[in-house]
Structures are given as C-alpha cells and as structure tokens.
C-alpha cells in the first residue's frame, strides 16, 4: 500500500489552464505539505496543514491554493498556469519524528 | 520500509561533538541531495553529490557518496547549537526520473 500517494505521476499542459494536483496519505499523519522541487534540485515548501489547518504558506503566487478536506488530503490547485510553474512537485507527510514523501507529480507547462 | 534508509532517526549530542548520519540504499543513486530544516522553517538545500567517492563541504558539515554510489554520509565537526534541526536525504534513482527521499534524521545539539 502506497503510503502518500500524488496524482497525477506526470501533467503536461498549456499555459493559462488551470489544473489540480491531488495528495492523499494513509499514514494517520496530523501534517501535510507541499513542496516544489525547481531543476537545481532546490526543494521549497509551499504550504504546510497540520489537521486541516493552514500553518506554513510560504511565498507562493496566489495562484496556488491548497485544500485541506481531511486529515488524510491535501490537494493543490494552480490557476492560469505560466512556463515557471513547471517543476517536480512533492506531496509529503509528518506526525512530527520524519517525513514521508509521495512519489512527485512532474509539471511542464508548454 | 523506505527505499532510502536514513539514521539514526534522532541524535542527541553534546555541543562541540561530531557527529555523522547516513542515507543508505540498496540500489545505484543518480545524485544524492542533502537537505536541512530548522524547526518550524522550510527545507534548506545543503549539498548535492554525483560522483562516486566524491566530498563536498560546507562549513563544518562534509558529506561523502561512496564508490558505489549507494551510501552517504553527513558528518557535523564540533558540533553548534545552530545545526540543530532535520537533516534529510534525496536521491535521483538511476535515470534520474524519480526522485527520493529518506525519513530525517532530527539532530539536537546540547549546550
């Protein structure tokens, strides 16, 4: 059983649109984030939900919105994507003593 | 179990002490990242490691990839209060399509 799973794997899409990337984890974790890996490899959190409560929201366009519908999700929505936004976005959880990471959803945006 | 096998989970030292944590795995890493966050901030990046045997440092804080290319090691020398934190391992998987990460290590560091 995968453990934080994000969906999907891989999204090519035009820019302007406006697309989802969904984040569940079956961990029983209180926190959740998101992170944006750029090509350097520089990992940057974006946001972080602790129970479904914003408490990381670091400077993002506010073009990104997390949603929190559960402990167990944390999706990110992207609105009128740009050519920057392309990058490996990871989905990962915590109950405070490690991290747990999904497996990355690669965004390119042509 | 994770693909990347970090440890130990949690160290505690005393301040001026070294210290080393390793990020292990069982199959050949393309690159191998090394990351720290400090309490309640964002990931930091520290360093990346490609070649086999290769060693980088930064500050007092030296990472090594093996010749393999399957193990890292972090070692702190005199150890401050300020490299509390977590330290955490990324690798690239052969191809460098998939990228990793091990569980953290969080490291206190007593005055």
């Known amino acids: 059983d995968t453990a934080v799973s994000q969906t999907p794997k891989y999204l090519v899409t035009q820019m302007g649109n406006d697309k989802s990337i969904k984040c569940e984890q079956n961990?029983?974790?209180?926190?959740m984030y998101w992170y944006k890996q750029d090509s350097k490899k520089f990992l940057k959190i974006m946001f972080s939900?602790?129970?479904?409560?914003?408490?990381i929201n670091e400077t993002v366009p506010n073009r990104f919105s997390p949603k929190s519908p559960d402990k167990a999700h944390l999706n990110l929505h992207i609105n009128s994507l740009e050519l920057g936004d392309s990058a490996v976005y990871f989905c990962?959880?915590?109950?405070?003593?490690?991290?747990?990471f999904g497996s990355g959803t690669r965004l390119t945006v042509v | 179990s994770q693909e990347l096998e970090q440890s130990p989970q949690s160290l505690i030292v005393q301040e001026g002490k070294n210290l080393t944590i390793n990020c292990t795995s069982s199959?050949?890493?393309?690159?191998l990242y090394w990351y720290k966050q400090k309490y309640g901030e964002g990931l930091i990046f520290l360093m990346m490691?490609?070649?086999?045997?290769e060693e980088k440092s930064h500050e007092k804080i030296t990472a090594k990839l093996d010749e393999k290319k399957q193990q890292s090691s972090l070692h702190i020398t005199a150890s401050q209060p300020s490299h509390a934190g977590i330290y955490l391992c990324?690798?690239?998987?052969?191809?460098?399509?998939?990228?990793?990460f091990g569980a953290g290590t969080r490291l206190f560091v007593k005055a």
């Open positions: 961990l029983g974790h209180d926190t």
């Open positions: 490691l490609q070649k086999g045997g």
């Open positions: 939900y602790n129970n479904k409560e914003l408490i």
């Open positions: 199959k050949t890493l393309y690159g």
């Open positions: 990962a959880s915590s109950r405070g003593d490690g991290y747990t």
């Open positions: 990324g690798a690239d998987m052969t191809g460098g399509f998939k990228t990793i």
